[in-house]
């Protein structure tokens, strides 16, 4: 991670953060919030407090410093933070003698939290600086998560069941942005999910992705759907196409269980540069297109057998995609919960659900984030099955 100094640079730039990186690089997990604090205020950044987002997705919760925190989480709908988080953006709150500051934390796309801090003042040139500074954070967050589960248990408001902890370890992060395409991922319940996951890799300038959904319940669901992920990832990263990936999962859960154990699973390839996507359907819902807010295609095609129950060699549906197009892709516990009032939730009140959180403007990932909690709330609050949703959405080339 290479910081340079400016001759220009301002308080908030290059010697902070080579300080920053150095110190960072030497402590124990338990202190870097603390080590952040100290920094900026050295340079006037005072109160500073670093707010990881919650499994939910609904609370901003503060990373203790040095074992204590004396902050209270804050919600991410209706608070500045959540906004700055939702928006990808520095949100400023003025007050008596200076201005609250809120700054994403974002590496790679990935929506970690926000850094909060209190500052007297703010030139236009710190407001960069600053940015530069959270994204230095947000990759230290990020590499030093890899090292302990401090982290990993200041995000948690509740205990997690054994069989959410095995499907939340090798899931990659929710969120993923680059130029040309971006990805955001939920899983629910958050602590008691066992059979849903879903995976993603961009290589060079095609974008891998697969949902799936492990029939069974609790621990031997999660066992299952790891196996499942495992084999898609083993024959994704040797270069295989969509066809000997689904026969290489399909090996594998015929192998390793009982004949009535099966994943059902949608897999996908997007080309980055073009917007050509492929898939091949498992057994699992359908996914929808969206275009301009609006759902204009249920992208049903021809399915194979799920993993598992030993399929012919899968046909390969394709479609060309619009710059700003979005796929929707989700478990079928998402469609047939039932409402409060006894009503399976239905694929309809999905493509409504989805219309109207698409027309609020937000980027994917806030977007993935307002549907999963308007489904929720639709169904009662009640999720008795696990509801995976997961959102691609193609940019175009020319941005």
């Known amino acids: ?30 202190l870097l919030a603390s080590v952040v604090a100290q920094e900026l205020a050295s340079v006037g950044g005072q109160d500073a407090v670093l707010l990881l987002q919650d499994y939910e997705q609904l609370l901003l919760v503060p990373l203790p410093r040095d074992g204590r925190t004396d902050a209270d989480p804050e919600p991410i709908i209706g608070s500045p933070a959540g906004r700055a988080l939702m928006e990808e953006r520095i949100v400023e709150l003025p007050e008596v003698a200076g201005l609250r500051v809120y700054l994403p934390l974002m590496d790679g796309g990935n929506h970690l939290g926000v850094l909060a801090l209190f500052l007297d003042r703010l030139k236009d040139q710190e407001r960069a600086e600053l940015g530069t500074l ?21 995000r948690r408001r509740r205990p997690m069941s054994v069989a959410a902890e095995i499907q939340w370890s090798p899931l990659p992060p929710l969120t993923m942005s680059v130029r040309e395409v971006e990805v955001a991922g939920f899983l629910e319940p958050a602590y008691d999910v066992a059979g849903d996951s879903f995976d993603y890799a961009l290589n060079s300038d095609t974008l891998h992705a697969a949902v799936i959904d492990a029939m069974s319940h609790g621990l031997k669901a999660a066992v299952m759907a790891t196996a499942a992920i495992g084999a898609y990832r083993h024959a994704r990263r040797a270069g295989v196409g969509l ?71 899968p046909l390969i549906s394709e479609i060309d995609l619009e710059p700003g197009d979005r796929i929707v892709c989700f478990t079928d516990g998402v469609v047939e919960e039932h409402t409060p009032g006894g009503t399976q939730f239905g694929r309809s009140q999905l493509i409504d659900s989805a219309a109207r959180v698409g027309r609020a403007g937000n980027g994917l990932a806030a977007t993935a984030r307002a549907l999963s909690h308007a489904l929720k709330t639709a169904r009662g609050g009640h999720t008795s099955d696990d509801a995976t949703i997961f959102l691609i959405e193609w940019r175009g080339t020319d941005r």
Do not use: C
């Open 243 to 313: 066809a000997e990936i689904y026969a290489s999962m399909d090996q594998v859960i015929t192998d390793q269980f009982d004949p009535e154990h099966f994943v059902t699973a949608q897999m996908m390839r997007l080309d980055s540069k073009t917007g050509r996507l492929q898939w091949v359907n498992a057994g699992h819902p359908a996914p929808l297109l969206v275009r301009d807010h609006d759902v204009i295609q249920i992208l049903d095609s021809p399915t194979t057998l799920p993993v598992g129950f030993g399929g012919e060699a």
């Open 1 to 30: 991670m290479a910081v340079h100094v400016g001759e220009r640079a301002g308080r908030f730039g290059g010697h902070l953060l080579g300080r920053l990186l150095d110190r960072t690089a030497a402590v124990p997990p338990r």
């Open 134 to 154: 959270a994204t230095l954070v947000a990759g230290i967050l990020t590499s030093r998560n890899r090292s302990t589960d401090l982290f990993t248990r200041a």
